[in-house]
């Protein structure tokens, strides 16, 4: 197991919110909500003064308003935004091209192969990025993925964190379960519904019983609070798409073959579920028995990760495909993924289109 402090995770503060202030200095000093334009809209980010007034993403405008009547309301401009981003991922690229991007204000970088400290690394970044774009990020440093992401949440804004592994167990006890990465709102809400709130409690908890809970995932989070995470560090997005494909007896028998089709749909909401993904392409794969693949796609205009929704839309395209012979495989996948908080990102994008 790696141990040594290779792996660095930024994100910018409150980042729609701070390029308007860069942008409008009259703003400066504001609580400052960026959202849709009415008040049936969301708030899409605000600045770290408008936070004390309770306001957070995705809540109502008109109950930010209520907490915040003097707070300022700028739609957003996600082409500027954009730009920003480019901006600071190529400062990025000229201290390392070990990067990984997340979102558009969020990346993880591979420090293994550097000769600086990762204080020296950080201060490196948060002075190039602040002389450039008069923007701050917060920066965590860890031995794995999951920590390192965490770490620079820890102290936002202009944060830094570093999580080493004598810090271990004991430094994640007082979090809440969401914090775990793979424990989305669904999976919280099965824990919390057993008396699980804190990792504490959850650190409790057998393998066997996580991975009852919930499946493969399970035994990942069981590691994942005891410092073990092996994901790497890819420079292009790591996964293009997710499914679940089982092989088995050859099989004619329509019935059985929907039947599996529903127990994959809903292994696969797990997964997504778990890393917090959704997706637009469906694809639907077989085998027959003289081994030849087909597959069937199709790309909707929303986003899919419920299970009953891919078994509907999955079984509808295997009643369109053509298959004479027995079969051996039975798949189904998503691809066109995005993570599911990025979900208001493309509605802004949207906004943006409809007014030009
Ligand atoms: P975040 O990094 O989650 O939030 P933030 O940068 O505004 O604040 P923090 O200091 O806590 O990191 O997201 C980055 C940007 O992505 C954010 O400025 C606005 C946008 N965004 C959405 O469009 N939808 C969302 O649900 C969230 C959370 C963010
Ligand atoms: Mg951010």
Redesign the pocket.
Known sequence: MATSLDFLHL????????VEERDNPYLKGHPVI?GGRSNRGIV???N?EARKYGIH??MPIFMAKERCPHGIYVPGRMSR?QEVSRQVFQILRGITDRIEPL????AYMDISGMDKSPEEITELIKSRVMKETELTL?IGVSFNKFLAKLAS?WN??DGFMKITEDMMPQILFPLQVSKVYGIGSKSRKRLNDIGIYTVEQLYQLPEDFLVDMFGRGGREIYDRIRGVDRRTITTTRERKSMGVERTFRETRDKKLLIERLKEYSIELEKDLESRNIHGRTLTVKIKDEDFQSHTRSRTFNHYISDGDEIFKLASMLFGEMEWDKSLRLLGVSISNLMDK?????S??GAEKIQES
């Open positions: 994100d910018m503060d409150a980042f729609f919110a701070a960026v899409t980010t605000c770290y993403s995705a935004y979102s558009i204000d969020e917060s949440d936002k804004p908080s990025m979900e208001q990102l509605f802004l």
